[in-house]
């Protein structure tokens, strides 16, 4: 049995990684701003939840003493509040992210998992993104993300501290929600489908996107704290290796929908390369977006 922190422990992805770990008989210790709400159905029996800031380094080393590892998923997670907000995104995403690996060493701790970004890679020539392309962010979230992730390669390369960066795709799955940062296509339309309301598709609907299953995502974060062939700043994509339009996602999930304007910061095109996760983590996405989405509709009652 270990004892992990996970900051950013009372969101969607948080929560799902939290119930894995419980599952393996892990000790947890979940740490929150609650920024993003407060949810009940996340809350898990046999946690410890404590409230803090990232930004905070008092909070963090209350919370750091005497844990093994560290998932880091604390973030503020949204592109177009980012190019609204920029100062504040940084002083989060980087700031809080520095925060956490500084504590995080300096209490000697074994690993930090950190939750990287597809946004990083921005637009580029190629439709499937591969780990070793240079970075071309659109919004300072990409940017922001991206800087964490070089922060955990030099905090590997300078003090040999344990790191390694999972850039997610487009994720989804129980716990999200429909106003929060991620999943926010599928989230979004089962709430508007619920409600009688058509969905709204940002710009033409043919934007591609790489969906990935927040089950997936989990376990992805536990195989990177426990590989012994990872732990050196590597830098993997997280994502399903095929691509759907939004419409595709529409059409899955069924009803009307109606095009409105574009949003500013979003590439025409995100595709993971899965090839090296396979290869160091021995990981592949086991939960279908058709699939995926069923069980949603399912649990939705629609």
């Known amino acids: 049995m270990s004892k992990y922190l996970v900051t950013g422990g009372a969101g969607f992805i948080g929560t799902n990684l939290i119930k894995q770990l419980l599952?393996?008989?892990?000790?947890?210790?979940?740490?929150?701003?609650?920024?993003?709400?407060r949810f009940p159905d996340r809350v898990q029996p046999n946690v410890k939840y404590v409230e803090g800031d990232i930004r905070n380094m008092e909070d963090i080393n209350k919370v750091m003493a005497g844990v093994d590892g560290v998932f880091h998923l604390a973030a503020m997670a949204r592109m177009p509040y980012s190019i609204e907000n920029p100062q504040e995104t940084n002083d989060i995403n980087i700031g809080g992210t520095l925060n956490v690996l500084v504590?995080?060493?300096?209490?000697?701790v074994k690993r930090l998992v950190y939750s990287a970004s597809s946004s990083a890679y921005g637009e580029q020539k190629s439709d499937l993104l591969v780990e070793t392309m240079k970075p071309?962010?659109?919004?300072?979230?990409?940017?922001?993300?991206?800087?964490?992730?070089?922060?955990?390669?030099?905090?590997?390369?300078?003090?040999?501290?344990?790191?390694?960066?999972?850039r997610y795709f487009n994720l989804y799955?129980?716990?999200?929600?429909?106003?929060?940062?991620?999943?926010?296509?599928?989230?979004?339309?089962?709430?508007?489908?619920?409600?009688?309301?058509?969905?709204?598709?940002?710009?033409?609907g043919e934007y591609l996107r790489d969906y990935i299953h927040v089950y997936d995502v989990a376990r992805a974060n536990i195989l990177a704290m426990e590989s012994e062939k990872v732990g050196h700043g590597e830098v993997m994509n997280?994502?399903?290796?095929?691509?759907?339009?939004?419409?595709?996602?529409?059409?899955?999930?069924?009803?009307?929908?109606i095009f409105v304007d574009p949003r500013p910061g979003d590439p025409r095109?995100?595709?993971?390369?899965?090839?090296?996760?396979?290869?160091?983590?021995?990981w592949g996405p086991t939960i279908t977006l058709e699939e995926g989405v069923a069980e949603l509709k399912k649990e939705a009652g629609l």
Do not use: W
């Open 103 to 108: 504590s995080a060493r300096d209490n000697g």
């Open 269 to 282: 095109s995100t595709m993971a390369d899965i090839t090296l996760i396979k290869k160091l983590l021995g």
């Open 238 to 257: 997280v994502g399903n290796g095929k691509p759907y339009t939004v419409n595709d996602v529409a059409k899955l999930i069924g009803g009307d929908y």
């Open 23 to 37: 599952a393996k008989g892990d000790e947890v210790v979940s740490f929150d701003n609650y920024s993003g709400g």
């Open 173 to 204: 799955g129980p716990h999200m929600d429909p106003e929060g940062a991620y999943a926010l296509v599928v989230a979004k339309f089962l709430k508007q489908i619920k409600e009688g309301k058509p969905m709204t598709i940002c710009g033409d």
């Open 136 to 166: 071309a962010p659109l919004s300072p979230y990409g940017l922001q993300k991206y800087v964490g992730e070089e922060y955990c390669r030099l905090f590997y390369e300078l003090y040999k501290f344990n790191t390694v960066s999972l």
